[in-house]
C-alpha cells in the first residue's frame, strides 16, 4: 500500500520569509514523489519530482523539495515566498517497485502569503 | 504543445440524470486519468486509461464508468447522478503513467448536481 500525509491544513508566511511545507510518505518499495500546486478555478499544476539522485529537487517558481529517506519525509521549501505563491499545495506518491499503479495524493495544504 | 482541455468546463445537472465528460490529453500522451476533487474527500482517483484499456480504478461505485479511444482523448460517464456528485472534475495525461512519469493535469470540469 502506498499513502501521503500532508500534517498542515494551512501554512501562513510573511512575504520574503522562507516557507516549508511538508509531507510525509509510505510505500513498500522505492517512492516517486511529487509536488502540484493548484490555484483557484484552476487544474493542478506540476512543480517538481523526486525519483532517485540527489536529494534536494529544483522545481518551478523557484521552489525546491528535500527527499528525506529516513525519516520518510518530502518537504517542499522556498527561501522567500511572494504573495503570489499563496495557493493550494498537494504531495503525492507513487511506489515504484508495485509496478503500474495510480498516484496518491495527500490531502493537501493551503499556503497563505502575507504581505 | 497545448495542454490538456476538458469539455464542458461548467455543468448543471439534476439528480438521476447521467453526465459524460471529455477530456483531451497532451499529444503523444497515451495515459489518461481522471480524479474527483472535492472540499471534503480531497482529490480522489476514479481511473486511468492507456493505450484504450482501463489499468487502474479507484473505489468508485459502478455508477462512475470511463473509457480511452484510439486517438487517446477519454471520456468519463456517470450515471444516475446523485448530489454527492457534485465536484471538480480532474483529467490528467501523462506520456506512461508509470514510474517517475508526471502527470499534467487539465483545468477541470466543475459538475453541479441539483
Known amino acids: 500500500a502506498q499513502s501521503v500525509a500532508q500534517p498542515e491544513d494551512q501554512v501562513n508566511v510573511a512575504e520574503g520569509n522562507p516557507l516549508t511545507v511538508k509531507c510525509t510518505y509510505s510505500?513498500?518499495?522505492?517512492?516517486?514523489l511529487f509536488w502540484y500546486v493548484q490555484y483557484p478555478n484552476r487544474g493542478l499544476q506540476f512543480l517538481l519530482k523526486?525519483?532517485?539522485?540527489?536529494?534536494l529537487v529544483k522545481g518551478s517558481y523557484g521552489f525546491e523539495a528535500e527527499f528525506n529517506k529516513s525519516q520518510t519525509s518530502f518537504h517542499l521549501k522556498k527561501p522567500s515566498a511572494l504573495v503570489s505563491d499563496s495557493a493550494l499545495y498537494f504531495c503525492?506518491?507513487?511506489?515504484?517497485?508495485?509496478?503500474?499503479?495510480?498516484?496518491?495524493f495527500g490531502s493537501g495544504t493551503r499556503l497563505q502569503v502575507q504581505p | 504543445k497545448a495542454g490538456v482541455t476538458q469539455t464542458p468546463r461548467y455543468l448543471i445537472k439534476t439528480r438521476g440524470q447521467q453526465v459524460t465528460l471529455s477530456c483531451s490529453p497532451i499529444?503523444?500522451?497515451?495515459?489518461v486519468s481522471w480524479y474527483q476533487q472535492t472540499p471534503g474527500q480531497g482529490l480522489q482517483f476514479l481511473f486511468e486509461?492507456?493505450?484504450?484499456?482501463?489499468?487502474n480504478k479507484g473505489n468508485f461505485p459502478g455508477r462512475f464508468s470511463g473509457r480511452q479511444f484510439s486517438n487517446s482523448r477519454s471520456e468519463m460517464n456517470v450515471s444516475t447522478l446523485e448530489l454527492g456528485d457534485s465536484a471538480l472534475y480532474l483529467c490528467?495525461?501523462?506520456?506512461?503513467?508509470?514510474?517517475?512519469?508526471?502527470?499534467?493535469f487539465g483545468p477541470g470540469t466543475r459538475l453541479t448536481v441539483t
Open positions: 490528467a495525461s501523462s506520456t506512461a503513467g508509470t514510474g517517475g512519469h508526471e502527470q499534467y
Open positions: 510505500v513498500s518499495g522505492n517512492p516517486y
Open positions: 523526486y525519483i532517485t539522485g540527489d536529494n
Open positions: 503525492a506518491v507513487r511506489d515504484g517497485d508495485a509496478g503500474r499503479r495510480a498516484l496518491t
Open positions: 499529444s503523444g500522451h497515451r495515459s
Open positions: 486509461y492507456f493505450s484504450e484499456t482501463q489499468r
